[in-house]
C-alpha cells in the first residue's frame, strides 16, 4: 500500500482533519469563553455593577456563541477547501465533513456544558450548524475559487 492510493489518502486526510479540527474547537470554546468574559466586563463598565447581572445572559452569551459560530465557519470552510485538493470523489469529502462537523459540535457541546456556555439545552447548534453550512459550501465551490493555491494538492501525494 503506497501513500497516493485513494484509500490511504482518505484515511490519512480524515484523520488529519479531525485532528486540526478538534484542537481548533478546543481554541474556540476557550476564545469564546474570554470573549464573553470581556463584554461581561465592558457592560459592567458601562452600566455598573446593579444592572450587568440583568443583562449578562443577553449580551454574553450572544458574544460568545457569535464568536464561536464565525471562529468555526472559518475553520471549517478553510479544512474543507484543503481536503477538496486531495482529488478523492464529492460524495466521500461530504461524508467525512458531515461526521467531522458533527463530532465537532458535539466537542463543542460537552465542552461548553461545564462552562458558562453550557447553560442552554442547544449551546452546540449553532457552532455545529456553522461547521456544516461552512464545510459544505466549500465542498461545493469552483476550482478557481479555493483559496489555497495548487501547490497545496502536493500534502496528499
Do not use: D
Not at 63 to 69: C, R
Not at 101 to 122: C, D, E, I, Q, T
Not at 133 to 155: H, I, R
Amino acid at each position: 500500500m503506497t501513500r497516493s492510493e485513494p484509500e490511504t489518502v482518505f484515511f490519512y486526510s480524515l484523520a488529519g482533519y479531525m485532528t486540526v479540527s478538534l484542537l481548533a474547537t478546543s481554541l474556540i470554546l476557550l476564545s469564546s469563553l474570554a470573549a464573553m468574559k470581556l463584554v461581561f466586563s465592558g457592560v459592567r463598565l458601562n452600566l455598573g455593577p446593579e444592572e450587568v447581572y440583568r443583562l449578562k445572559p443577553l449580551f454574553c452569551a450572544s458574544a460568545g456563541f457569535a464568536l464561536a459560530s464565525v471562529a468555526t465557519a472559518v475553520l471549517q470552510f478553510f479544512l474543507a477547501s484543503l481536503l477538496l485538493l486531495s482529488g478523492l470523489e464529492r460524495r466521500v469529502l461530504g461524508a467525512a465533513v458531515l461526521a467531522v462537523s458533527v463530532f465537532s459540535g458535539l466537542f463543542f457541546w460537552r465542552g461548553a456544558a461545564h462552562s458558562a456556555l453550557g447553560a442552554y439545552p442547544f449551546s452546540g447548534l449553532p457552532v455545529t450548524l456553522s461547521a456544516l453550512c461552512a464545510g459544505f459550501c466549500a465542498l461545493f465551490q469552483k476550482p478557481g475559487e479555493n483559496p489555497w493555491p495548487f501547490t497545496a494538492a502536493a500534502l496528499f501525494r
